[in-house]
């Protein structure tokens, strides 16, 4: 199946309720808006193709790009492609799936996670705080290495911006969860930088306010 071809898929599956959210949310007009069950059915039907998943990113189609996610070898890119492909990246959510689907399997990804976790840029400094919210998730860090994000943490959180900062309060929330040495340290920094102490929640979500957040996380942990 060629490239052409699938994004004839990919328009004839589209949902205008669906393109409507993701356009909304930050995604270009070049959008089907493609339920996320039919991307992974097509990427089941199609495997691991890297050829196939480059030229599906290049098309600039937010559909394509989420499906060449499923399909990347990441060991076949390059730190040069890796770092060229974020960079033009805007799209928040496609920032998150590209980092969790390739990025992080990367051997070049702790690397980029230092690099563009001290960016100035928002996409990069997502980019780079969700690398590191894997690196936390792995439940292997050690104590040390943890002071040291907390501190940047405490020092950078309130500041940062909107991309960034989501990204780097999940990690606050991912330590206070995963580490339990660390749950009531990131609970109070939570309660002193007050970042998303009132935001909106939607009925049945779990607020992003670390100490709900954790609160809610450590109590799952527990079941």
């Known amino acids: 199946m060629i490239k052409n071809e699938i994004l004839a898929m990919l328009r004839d599956l589209g ?6 959210m993701v356009i909304k949310n930050g995604a270009g007009e070049n959008t089907y808006g493609v339920l996320l069950g ?4 097509l ?5 691991t193709n890297h050829e196939l998943a480059l030229e599906l990113w290049q098309s600039g189609n937010t559909d394509a790009q989420w499906l060449a996610c499923m399909l990347f070898d990441a060991k076949k890119l390059t730190s040069d ?3 060229s492909m974020v960079s033009q990246l805007t799209y928040a959510d496609m920032i998150d799936k590209f980092i969790g689907a390739v990025v992080r399997n990367h051997k070049d990804a702790d690397s980029l996670a230092e690099e563009w976790s001290a960016s100035g840029k928002d996409n990069l400094g997502r980019a780079g705080w ?3 919210v894997y690196k936390v998730s792995s439940g292997k860090l050690t104590n040390d290495a ?5 501190t940047r943490i ?5 500041t ?6 989501w990204a780097m309060n999940h990690a606050l929330c991912e330590i206070g969860i995963g580490y339990p040495q660390f749950t009531e340290r990131c609970i109070a920094l939570g309660e002193t930088l007050g970042v998303y102490r009132d935001l909106k929640v939607a009925k049945g979500c779990t607020s992003a306010y670390a100490p709900n957040w954790i609160a809610a996380g450590v109590k799952k942990r527990k079941k």
């Open 81 to 83: 492609e890796i770092q």
């Open 160 to 165: 940062a911006t909107p991309g960034k900062q």
């Open 154 to 158: 405490e020092a950078q959180l309130q």
């Open 38 to 41: 039919e991307l992974r059915k």
């Open 43 to 47: 990427a089941n039907q199609l495997g």
């Open 146 to 150: 943890l002071e040291e994000l907390l």
């Open 15 to 20: 949902n205008e309720k669906r393109k409507q």
């Open 130 to 132: 969700d690398l590191i």
